[in-house]
Every structure is written in structure tokens, then in C-alpha cells.
């Protein structure tokens, strides 16, 4: 008891207590959302079952309700944000912290955490007057080049799953960006100093022994941006399309699931409607989770065999 009162005293019981509890709201909250995600997705659960996940038709007219397009776009469009974020925000990261001067490189950071306070509807504003006018331009180059491939092919009509690809592009950079960056600077002196003792030079220290000791801090970076891309709303709302159907081709219209939820979801009338938009919210959910997770042990299984 003494010891008790006297662990109470010094903080230690208080610190644990007020921890603990500040843990215990991030699962207490996520539970909660998932519950109420859950229960109000009932009429829609009941109607369809397991079907709504792969059914095709969006008919709110007819009550027939399916996912499958939504879960599509969504993919489809954080993917092609994360193949052309990863490279670019790491690359700019590395020579942020590596290689460029202190003054260009403190300037930059100043204008890339600006871009990052940027409100989603401002860069959907942009998307539509500048990017999309852009891409038209470009897009015959890209076509005349991989209009072989299914990817490519078609008719281009601005508003497409490209397009909100690039959107998502610009928005995640700044997360890869600075966090990477701020793991690069965490990495010890001794570090750099020991490569280039070695007879390394500046880029080979960089990547062979920097980039390796933050990674683990790059790949969260990575993580976080993918949460932004599969749950991002107004940007893509403004130049995806908004047309519930699958194409192969990246020029075609698509649709998200955010972007239908927020779309459609002040206009759901009965409790089917509502319910089926209130469904795809926890689709979402089980989509974000499901993807990182997956994310997740890839990297661990992928530490593990260069340390094996």
C-alpha cells in the first residue's frame, strides 16, 4: 500500500491512468463508428447481403443498390495516385534532406507544408480549371504512347478516373514529402560519416545506408497517404466523373465511394437508399483497413527476409 501511495505521489499511477484512458478513446471511438456504420446500414444489409459488394447496378429509382463501381473507382484511383506519388514525394524527400542546399531546401518545405494546409475543394477548384485544360493538351502524347494498352485506350473526355488520379497525386505528396524528410534529417550523423569514411559518395551513402535506416519512417509516411487517398471526397467528387460504371480504360468517368456518399447522401430518400450509402461508408471503412493491413505485413514480411 505504501508503495501504491507512494507511485501515486510521484506521478507514475496518474501518468499510466491518463495514458491508458487517451488510448483506450482512439479504440472506444473506432469501435463506435463501426457500430453506428453497422446498425444503420441494416435495410441495405437485410436486402442484399454479401451481393452488394460485387453487384454492378447503382439505380436508386429501381432500389437496386450495388458497390462493386464505387470499390472500383476508389481503387483504381488511389493506386495510380500512389504509383506516381511514391517515387516523386520520396525522390523530392531525399534531396530535400540530402542534397540541397539548407536554403533552397528550408524554402521548399515552407511552400510544400503550404500545399498541404490547402483545403481538398480549393485543389478540386484548381483540378478543373488548370489541370484538366492540361491534361487534354497531354493526353494525345500519352495515348499515341500507351494506346496499346487497355489502360490508355479510349475516348478522353477531361472529368475521368486519370484525372482524379493526378488530383490525389498532387494531395498526397506533401504528406510523403514531409514526413519522409523529417525521418531523413532523424537519421544519425555517424551514419552519413561512417559511409563516407568508407570511400562512399555523397548519393551511395544516401541510399545505401540513409534511405535503409528510415525506412520504416518512409513507409509511414506512405501509409498515411494512402489513408488521404482512399478517403478523399471534394477533389475527386469535382473531376472523377461521377459515373457509377467499370471501365478498363483510366480515360473513362468513374466514381468513388466518398464522392457517391457525398453526392447523394442529403438527396437518400427511404431507408434503403440511405441505407446502401450508409453501407458503402462501412465498405470504406473495411477497404481502408483491409488495404494498409495488407500494406503492412508486405513490408514486415519483406524486413524480415533482408534480416534473415
Known amino acids: 500500500m505504501q ?8 506521478g507514475d499511477e496518474i501518468a499510466y491512468a491518463i495514458t491508458f484512458l487517451c488510448a483506450f478513446a482512439v479504440i472506444a471511438i473506432t469501435a463506435l463508428l463501426v457500430f453506428e456504420l453497422y446498425r444503420n446500414s441494416e435495410p441495405s ?4 447481403g454479401w451481393s452488394f ?7 436508386p429509382v429501381a432500389g437496386e443498390f450495388g458497390a462493386l463501381p464505387f470499390i472500383y473507382g476508389t481503387v483504381v484511383t488511389s493506386a495510380f495516385a500512389m504509383i506516381l506519388g511514391i517515387p516523386l514525394g520520396v525522390g523530392a524527400a531525399i534531396f530535400l534532406a540530402e542534397l540541397a542546399p539548407p536554403r533552397i531546401s528550408s524554402g521548399l518545405t515552407f511552400l510544400i507544408e503550404l500545399l498541404a494546409a490547402v483545403p481538398s475543394v480549393i485543389i478540386g477548384v484548381l483540378g478543373v ?16 504512347a500507351l494506346g496499346w494498352t487497355p489502360l490508355f485506350a479510349g475516348p478522353f473526355y477531361g472529368v475521368s478516373l486519370f484525372s482524379a488520379g493526378v488530383v490525389l497525386t498532387i494531395m498526397i505528396l506533401p504528406f510523403i514529402i514531409s514526413i519522409s524528410r523529417e525521418v531523413l534529417l532523424s537519421v544519425p550523423n555517424d551514419q552519413r560519416e561512417g559511409a563516407l569514411a568508407l570511400g562512399a559518395t555523397r548519393w551511395e551513402s544516401t541510399w545505401d545506408v540513409v534511405v535503409p535506416f528510415a525506412r520504416k519512417g518512409i513507409v509511414g509516411s506512405i501509409f498515411l497517404a494512402l489513408a488521404r487517398s482512399l478517403g478523399e471526397t471534394m477533389a475527386v467528387t469535382m473531376v472523377v466523373g461521377n459515373d457509377p460504371k467499370i471501365s478498363a480504360s483510366l480515360f473513362a468517368p468513374g466514381y468513388s465511394i466518398a464522392a457517391v456518399i457525398a453526392n447523394e447522401f442529403t438527396e437518400a430518400t427511404g431507408d434503403l437508399y440511405q441505407g446502401a450509402l450508409i453501407e458503402l461508408g462501412l465498405v ?22 533482408g534480416t534473415s
Open 3 to 10: 508503495a501504491f501511495v507512494k507511485r501515486v505521489r510521484n
Open 45 to 48: 444489409r437485410v436486402k442484399f
Open 53 to 59: 459488394l460485387w453487384t454492378k447496378t447503382w439505380d
Open 129 to 144: 480549371f488548370i489541370l484538366l485544360p492540361f491534361l487534354r493538351i497531354v493526353q494525345p502524347y500519352i495515348q499515341g
Open 284 to 305: 470504406l471503412f473495411a477497404l481502408t483497413i483491409v488495404i494498409n493491413g495488407a500494406a503492412r505485413i508486405l513490408v514486415a514480411s519483406t524486413t524480415k527476409r
